[in-house]
């Protein structure tokens, strides 16, 4: 079983930037794919950013430009740092790990932007 740890979340004001990351440890496969989706109060779980084993990266349009996801083979972890935050960013954010049909989430964590 694959185990993901998420850290980073936090109050930030408008304007300003945020790191998470996400550590997996466990059965883990090479080839699989991370990323995070996040939920707002009251919506649905939305996606946000993925990248594959060969460091393909795609974004939800709405964080395109301002978020960047990255991973770190050596360390199965995942990063997706946050530029120019606004309110509208406010969510539990979800780290996710994908081999194959194996799909496994993180616990979340709380991103809050002041405005």
């Known amino acids: 079983q694959v185990q993901l740890v998420e850290s980073g979340g936090g109050l930030v004001q408008s304007g300003g930037s945020l790191r998470l990351s996400c550590a997996a440890s466990?059965?883990?496969?090479?080839?699989?794919?991370m990323g995070w989706y996040r939920q707002a109060p009251g919506k649905q779980r939305d996606f946000v950013a993925r990248?594959?084993?060969?460091?393909?990266?795609n974004y939800a349009d709405s964080v395109k430009g301002r978020f960047t996801i990255s991973r770190d083979n050596a360390k199965n972890t995942v990063y997706l740092q946050m530029n120019s935050l606004n309110a509208e960013d406010t969510a539990v954010y979800y780290c996710?790990?994908?081999?194959?049909?194996?799909?496994?989430w993180g616990q979340g964590t709380q991103v809050t932007v002041s405005s």
């Open positions: 466990g059965s883990i496969f090479s080839g699989y794919a």
């Open positions: 996710y790990y994908q081999n194959g049909y194996t799909l496994i």
């Open positions: 990248i594959t084993n060969r460091n393909t990266t």
